[in-house]
């Protein structure tokens, strides 16, 4: 299958911190793909390399490249800002904007960026897509926080998926929620993953077991191993993949 | 439990008691200026209010009624101008301060807000005189306006920047994930988050400097008639209290009692509604 995202011997930096170290990793598009190991290991550096917010902290800086769509996001003609258009992101802390509606969340990312066709339709769509609908659609003006954990959650994934983005990078999203909120955003990325790639960060392995196709095992800022789910969680090659993950360490 | 624990826990009890019954008594001790005050301004101020305080001018010595409406317009005029010139800008160093905090003009900026905040309101009318004043010729509203909005402004630059540290960075980053620009991000949703507590800040400074009094001595000075020209001297609320609260004719100490009260039941309801508005949003969560 053909890769939409690929690190290709990607480093990365908080100012003399080595936090990824040569990464390469390609992503088949339209799969769920989990990065897991123990707290610390460079998750969520490598995830935020991947949609250039790695660059936004202070003295942090990224070497190596990284392919969108066969074409590099580090390209010096590309702005940033433009880049993160097209890869969606979602936090662990659900994290709706205050102030603003439902609806407001939803769209305020095609607003702000200029696009403010059909947006009662794009967020129609997108929070169909974030199986949030059927329970928001009579009160779509009341506060986006005035919502669940789990439902915030959702919200969050549904202002991503407004921008149509081809690629989602979710960070260790259920991580903040009750087992079923958490049951629910995993059944989301299942149906997700029919359209948009999914990278996924989780410090749960039953989770990577249950939702994703391909797992990456991280340590101490290298790629251990990146394998099929089902091969990685069952004959690990590496000795340390299987420590981790019969639980060991970590 | 053994009988020895049982007398600790009797003696920290009581200890407990005592405290707790110390801090209500302090408690109340601090109450007893602002009733005492807002008792004594109420008492002399409400027998005088009357349509007329707020519709007329004030009478010439020897004449009964007439009102303090010129003030009451002077100081809802001084008080706009001073906040159309120190709202935004005091918002915008707000904004700078807090989320361009790491650059080094933030510093000074900072220290500079700092020290300007601790500057006497008295010491910002002369500066105004000498800035404006001097200049024009003569005392204008234009001039307290000016002494108003700088005084105003480090106020509400410090409650915005406070506020806005407030809003969780990954409030911001989930905005930058957006692919939104970082000054929109600011404008359109970190200001948006933390609109309530600046609005609270805001309306609680602007309450503040419309009792301002010493500045508006050397700037706007005072005035027999209605406001007509930011280039005209105009009269304001805290300064007729000054001058009529003084004067020896009673008709006007009573004006005088009658605009306090007003005065003071303007910072009572600014405050109220704020502490409404800003309970109510948080309820609605
Ligand atoms: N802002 C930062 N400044 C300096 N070091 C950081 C910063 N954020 C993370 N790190 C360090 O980088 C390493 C990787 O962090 P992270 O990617 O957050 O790990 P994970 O998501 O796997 O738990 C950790 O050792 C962490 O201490
Ligand atoms: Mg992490």
């Known amino acids: 299958m053909k890769p939409i995202v690929e690190a290709k011997n990607l480093n990365a930096y908080f100012e003399n911190f080595h936090a990824v170290k040569n990464v390469s990793l390609a992503v088949p598009e339209k799969s769920l793909v989990a990065l897991i190991g123990p707290s610390g290991c460079g998750k969520s550096t490598f995830l935020r390399c991947l949609n250039r917010m790695h660059e936004e902290i202070p003295k942090a800086r990224v070497e190596g490249e990284v392919l969108l769509g066969g074409s590099s996001i580090y390209d010096r003609k590309l702005d940033p800002v433009a880049v993160r258009r097209s890869i969606g992101m979602v936090f662990q802390k659900p994290n709706p904007f205050p102030g603003m509606s439902i609806f407001e969340n939803v769209v305020v990312g095609l607003k702000l960026t200029g696009s403010r066709d059909r947006m009662d339709q794009v967020a129609e769509e997108a929070l169909k897509g974030a199986a949030l609908w059927e329970e928001v659609k009579d009160k779509l003006k009341k506060p986006g926080t005035s919502l669940s954990g789990g439902q915030q959650q959702r919200l969050c994934i549904a202002r991503a998926l407004a921008m149509k983005p081809p690629v989602l990078l979710m960070d260790e999203p259920t991580s903040a929620l009750d087992p079923i909120s958490t049951a629910k955003v995993e059944e989301l990325m299942i149906s997700l993953k029919k359209s948009v790639t999914l990278i996924v960060v989780t410090h749960n392995m039953q989770q990577a077991a249950r939702v994703s196709d391909r797992t990456a095992f991280f340590l101490m800022g290298e790629l251990v191993e990146y394998d099929e789910s089902s091969t990685l969680f069952t004959v690990p090659k590496d000795a340390k993949t299987e420590q981790y993950i019969t639980g060991r360490f970590g | ?285």
């Not at chain 2, 109420?42 to 020897?62: C, D, I, M, S």
């Not at chain 2, 009624?65 to 915008?92: D, K, R």
């Not at chain 2, 106020?155 to 409030?171: D, R």
Request: aromatic share 8%; charged share 10%.
């Open chain 2, 1 to 285: 439990m053994n009988p020895a624990d049982f007398q600790i826990s009797i003696a920290r009890r009581l200890k407990n008691r005592f405290v707790i019954l110390l801090l209500i008594a302090l408690a109340c001790v601090a109450l007893i200026p602002l009733i005492h005050v807002l008792h004594y301004v109420y008492a002399q101020g409400l027998p005088h209010w009357n349509l007329n305080f707020f519709t007329e001018l004030p009478k010439p010595v020897g004449e009964s009624g007439g009102g303090l409406g010129n003030a009451v317009v002077g100081s809802f005029f001084l008080v706009l101008v001073a906040a159309i010139v120190g709202v935004p800008v005091g918002i915008l160093v707000g904004i700078f301060l807090s989320e361009y905090s790491r650059s080094a003009l933030a510093g000074w900026v900072r220290t500079s807000i700092e020290l300007l905040s601790g500057v006497p309101s008295i010491v910002l009318g002369i500066f105004a005189y000498s800035a404006i004043v001097v200049p024009i010729g003569h005392f204008s509203m234009l001039a307290g306006s000016f002494a108003l909005a700088v005084i105003l402004l480090p106020v509400v630059a410090k409650t915005t920047e406070e506020v806005l540290k407030l809003i969780p960075s990954h409030i911001r980053e989930a905005g930058l994930a957006l692919g939104i620009p970082r000054w929109k991000v600011t404008l359109r949703i970190v200001l948006i988050a933390a609109r309530s507590g600046i609005t609270t800040g805001v309306a609680l400074a602007l309450a503040r400097v419309a009792g301002e009094t010493a500045p508006l001595l050397f700037t706007a000075l005072s005035s027999q008639h209605w406001p007509r020209s930011l280039l005209e001297p105009a009269a304001s609320l805290p300064v007729q209290i000054y001058s009529f609260a003084l004067a020896p004719f009673e008709e006007w100490n009573h004006l005088a009692w009658a605009a306090a009260s007003v005065l003071v039941s303007l910072t009572l309801v600014t405050n109220l509604i704020m502490k409404w508005a800003t309970r109510s949003r948080g309820e609605s969560r």
